[in-house]
């Protein structure tokens, strides 16, 4: 069975609208220094969520309030995290800074262009920067990691910052292509 791409009600919805309501849940349980093994259950949980939804939508029909609301709770629940990290004092603010500018500008490309009637699905680099930024956080949260071998979140995190302005710019050259290519057309 596929969805009308403007449904709104959907599983793949009901799933990201979920991992945006947990998402407090998930910042409040982020420790300090030392990790915390309820954080990366909830964050281990909250990151497959992802993949869920996806299925769902591949399998039922992506529809326009899917591909905003999709990448909207990626945005939210790793900027959050990563804002509470930079706040607990693991995270250092410069790269969250970075991901966080890059993210606000695609946001609103996305929102901007969907008021136009185009959907602005995530590319194959986009993925990569998420699954960086959700292993940043997740070892950040992990105790194991988390004190003990803070190399593999601050390594990682400054690979999801390269892979965040990579895919960032990727998306403002592919917009500015589309825009040329518009113009060309005769009407």
Avoid at 6 to 33: E, G, K, Q
Avoid at 55 to 69: D, I, M
Avoid at 110 to 138: I, L, W
Wanted: include cysteine.
């Amino acid at each position: 069975m596929s969805n009308d791409p403007s449904a709104i009600a959907t599983w793949a919805n009901l799933v990201t609208v979920t991992r945006l309501l947990v998402s407090p849940v998930m910042f409040a349980a982020i420790d300090d220094h030392k990790g915390s093994w309820f954080a990366t259950g909830l964050w281990f949980v909250l990151c497959v969520s992802d993949l869920v939804d996806g299925s769902l939508a591949r399998r039922h029909g992506v529809t326009r309030s899917g591909a905003f609301l999709d990448p909207l709770a990626d945005k939210v629940l790793v900027l959050g995290a990563m804002f509470t990290l930079v706040q607990r004092d693991v995270f250092w603010i410069l790269p969250v800074l970075l991901i966080a500018v890059r993210e606000l500008v695609i946001q609103l490309y996305r929102t901007f262009v969907g008021a136009k009637g185009v959907s602005v699905p995530a590319t194959r680099m986009a993925k990569y920067k998420t699954f960086a930024q959700q292993c940043a956080v997740g070892f950040a949260v992990l105790p194991l990691t988390a004190s003990r071998a803070t190399w593999t979140w601050q390594v990682t995190l400054w690979i999801s910052v390269g892979l965040t302005v990579l895919s960032g710019a990727d998306y403002l050259v592919k917009a500015q292509r589309a825009k040329r290519s518009a113009a060309v057309i005769p009407a």
